[in-house]
């Protein structure tokens, strides 16, 4: 039953993501980067974490509209900000594609990303949807401090856990927050079933980043859809990095590449020679362990949501994935 109802309500929310995204420039090069980005073909796990917080409700199944409204003004801006971020990353790949900049060229992509947020608040503007527009603006802002605080420590060999957790809740973990928040809001949720439900989601979102960061180092390039040890290429020390350091030899081996990386590329051995570094010193184990810690947090949490079983099981279902090696 959630399963229909979810892929029901996910078809309405795509059919707000084109009406709000609706354009008159189709003939220009922006216009070709807004039809493809708007072939929404991912899993939509923000839209579903919404829609999900809103079934936890009292009041959403007279309120479908709405709901669906505000999911889709919360896609765009997801999709939006993966736009920007592979100009920022200069990424040629997403999701096993050839990125939006990689295709288009860095002024179409930017001007695209730039005009989806702009019609996201001009359409939450005239439709009176002012609280879920004031909830996305404060979360563009966190994770758009959450990418300069990262910039802002790219090459420091010293970044400590305490500061990668605090940029990626912000980078990552804010949007499925906001989600979260849309969806309990206007559904009526008590306080007290709103905040289980945040942290739930905010854990969900360190658990997703942390993930990336794995198989950044575990997966080729073809697996994963986009460059392998581009963050670290980037001067950007992930998890399994931070984690590895932790390792009293790790240091001796792996500051050279380090420093190198700071200076010039890596050649293709060194990069090879740093994934096995990464994992033999314990860097991907440890951050399977944090995968572990936050999901078996999130299960206690699950358990206080109440009694919705199809729920629960669907949610049960998404930490699985995460904790999933390969």
């Known amino acids: 039953m959630l399963e229909i109802l979810l892929k029901e309500w996910t078809e309405e929310v795509k059919h707000y993501i084109y009406l709000i995204a609706n354009f008159s420039i189709k003939e220009s090069q922006v216009g070709a980067v807004l039809d493809d980005?708007?072939?929404?073909?991912?899993?939509?796990?923000?839209?579903?974490i919404l829609l999900l917080s809103a079934f936890l409700g009292s009041n959403w199944e007279n309120n479908k509209e709405k709901i669906c409204k505000l999911a889709a003004m919360l896609e765009l801006t997801h999709l939006a900000s993966l736009i920007h971020d592979d100009i920022v990353d200069d990424s040629p790949y997403r999701r096993g594609k050839i990125s939006i900049q990689g295709k288009y060229g860095?002024?179409?992509?930017?001007?695209?990303?730039?005009?989806?947020?702009?019609?996201?608040?001009?359409?939450?503007?005239?439709?009176n949807l002012n609280e879920a527009v004031s909830i996305?603006?404060?979360?563009?802002?966190?994770?758009?401090?959450?990418?300069?605080e990262q910039d802002l420590c790219r090459y420091q060999e010293d970044i400590s856990e305490e500061k990668y957790f605090e940029i990626i809740e912000r980078k990552t973990a804010a949007l499925f927050q906001a989600a979260c928040s849309i969806g309990a809001r206007e559904s009526v949720c008590s306080k007290e079933l709103t905040q289980k439900l945040e942290l739930f989601v905010k854990n969900l979102g360190l658990m997703f980043q942390i993930k990336d960061d794995i198989l950044d180092f575990t997966s080729n390039s073809k697996d994963l859809g986009k460059e392998t040890h581009k963050d670290f290429q980037n001067g950007i020390y992930t998890f399994p990095v931070i984690m590895a350091l932790k390792n009293s030899k790790s240091k001796e081996v792996l500051a050279p590449i380090m420093k190198k990386n700071r200076e010039e590329n890596l050649s293709l051995e060194e990069i090879i020679q740093l994934e096995k570094y990464i994992i033999s010193f314990g860097g991907i184990e440890a951050s399977y362990k944090k995968i572990e810690t936050l999901s078996n947090t999130n299960r206690q949490l699950i358990k206080e949501l109440g009694e919705n079983p199809e729920i629960n099981i669907y949610l049960e279902k998404i930490l699985k994935e995460l904790e999933e090696k390969r």
């Not at 996305?136 to 802002?141: F, G, N, Y």
């Open 37 to 48: 980005v708007l072939n929404v073909s991912g899993k939509m796990i923000r839209t579903k």
């Open 106 to 127: 860095k002024d179409a992509a930017v001007f695209a990303g730039d005009f989806l947020i702009a019609r996201i608040f001009y359409y939450g503007t005239v439709e």
């Open 136 to 148: 996305l603006a404060k979360t563009i802002e966190d994770m758009c401090i959450g990418e300069i």
